[in-house]
């Protein structure tokens, strides 16, 4: 039996849809325009794909969006004083900088610059902290949210069952790891996290109710990785070449979608599965930071 396709992109367009009606809520009722800043530096052709959609993202929903293109050799001193101008600035809310940096960027360094008020990536050691104990008053990370979103709003309780998560990347398998554990509705799952160094990666793999692959190698997880009905959720966003194409490559996940998708019960696509859920989620996130930066009840 063939599984069922998760729809990223109509679940990402209800939660949209909220954050439009919070949007006109904020400007009817206090006369704030939530704003996000976004940081690209340097010319990777994926990160311009995604910042090109978080400014597009903003702008439909209402957001203000400041996008600031840094070139590629641009110093760590002014990718600070940037964020620190950004820190002050009362039309921004939310900054970003999208990752991966050039290699003379300290990431770390620049992700403790900024005001952990703002950080609506939750990239900040002060809101992993936050979200690791449970607390409710900082942000969580927009795409292991957009995970915990997609399953909510299909009806996939993780309570109890078996979530393996493939991969431990900052940004997507140890955050997924925390939401996934927390003792919360929605949550409450028993949680594995394999990866690289892993001995008899895919004997975890199978025992997995629900696997979460985020590891960033196209088409790793095969039908003979997961158990029969699993619920596979594919974070990977992978572009290999393909000269058939116009642009001479494809998306592909971190599964193999075809062979996976007739032995799991629950599957996400890629694109239209946990992509649109990222973006979705940042826009959530700008807007909590905005009420929270005015006191307004979140
Ligand atoms: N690169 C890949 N995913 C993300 C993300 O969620 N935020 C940022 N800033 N960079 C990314």
């Known amino acids: 039996m063939a599984a069922q396709i998760i729809d990223g992109k109509k679940i990402a367009a209800q939660v949209n849809e909220e954050s439009r009606k919070e949007i006109s809520m904020l400007a009817r009722d206090h006369n704030f325009q939530p704003g996000l800043a976004v940081i690209l530096i340097g010319e990777d052709p994926a990160s311009q794909v995604y910042v090109n959609m978080k400014d597009r993202k903003c702008r439909e929903l209402g957001i203000y969006s400041a996008k600031h293109v840094l070139a590629a050799a641009t110093p760590q001193e002014e990718v600070l004083e ?3 101008q950004l820190n002050h600035d009362p ?5 970003l900088v999208q990752s991966p940096p050039p290699p003379q960027i300290d990431e770390e360094q620049v992700v403790a610059a900024v005001d952990p ?3 609506v990536d939750c990239f900040h050691p002060q809101n992993v902290g936050k979200m690791f104990i449970g607390r409710q008053d900082g942000f969580f990370p927009c795409t292991p949210y957009g995970v915990m979103v997609l399953l909510e709003r299909s009806g996939i309780d993780p309570a109890g069952r078996h979530a393996v998560i493939v991969g431990r990347s900052n940004i997507v398998g140890k955050p997924m790891l925390a939401l996934l554990v927390q003792k919360t509705a929605g949550a409450n799952a028993t949680v594995t996290c394999v990866h690289s160094r892993t001995r008899s990666l895919p004997e975890l793999t199978r025992r997995a109710d629900i696997l979460i692959a985020a590891i960033g190698k196209p088409e790793f997880i095969t039908a003979d990785m997961i158990r029969e ?8 966003m992978n ?8 642009r001479g490559y494809r998306l592909v996940g971190d599964v ?3 062979e996976v998708a007739e032995k799991a019960a629950f599957i996400t696509p890629v694109p239209g599965g946990v992509g649109p859920m990222t973006i979705a989620m940042l826009m959530h996130n700008t807007i909590k930071a905005c009420k929270m930066q005015h006191g307004i009840k979140i």
Do not use: W, Y
């Not at 039309?91 to 900054?95: A, D, Q, S």
């Not at 572009?239 to 116009?246: F, H, I, K, L, N």
């Open 256 to 258: 193999k979608f075809d």
């Open 229 to 236: 009905n699993a619920v596979v959720v594919d974070v990977g």
């Open 91 to 95: 039309k921004i809310n939310g900054i």
């Open 239 to 246: 572009r290999v070449e393909d000269a058939g194409t116009q």
């Open 117 to 119: 008020a703002k950080d």
């Open 82 to 84: 940037l964020i620190a």
